[in-house]
């Protein structure tokens, strides 16, 4: 590589993944990322406006990196996050709550409400007691039993990422975030 693009830069993350003609790459990281979710592939998405709609000029305007829909309403949020800070887990419920619930227009019943998945690539960890670098909630109670499955939210640490062996695209693809701008060709092989 002979000049070097930090991909978790929020303008080059956003040309990656919010701009049309790289439709193929967003979807290839959605597929990757969310292949157990999924019931079959993604094979289409509409880039959509990044700002989640108000409903007074009161409440807070939240403007997100990359918003998609597929062919089956499914709503898709992606964001790079370069630092973590104490208050960041209230900003990533608070977004998905935002797309979720935009969904519900007057006179539509709960039910049309569909998935709603949040991913975030986070730099730094936000998960300290946990080594694991790849995390999903959803609406759980304290034995694990789903009150709905509508999605979730996904946190990928990259920081916590030390896989040499790369196995699976979505691997594939936290290798790409979290040392992309020193990566050659060779790094991609699998």
Known sequence: M???IDPKVDCVFKVLFGDPENRDLLIHFLNATLIAELSGPIVWVEIIDLHNARETRLDK????DVKAVDHHGRIFQIEVQVRSYGH???RIAHTWCDIYSAQLQSGKDYPSLLPTYSIWLLAENLIQD???YVHNYKLRDE???LLLDNGGIYLLELEKFRMERIETDEQ????FFRDGESLNDEAYLL
């Open 88 to 90: 960041l887990p209230y």
């Open 130 to 132: 946990d080594a694991g």
């Open 2 to 4: 002979k000049h070097p």
């Open 172 to 175: 594939r693809w936290i290798k």
């Open 143 to 145: 034995f694990g039993r």
């Open 61 to 64: 305007l939240s403007v997100v």
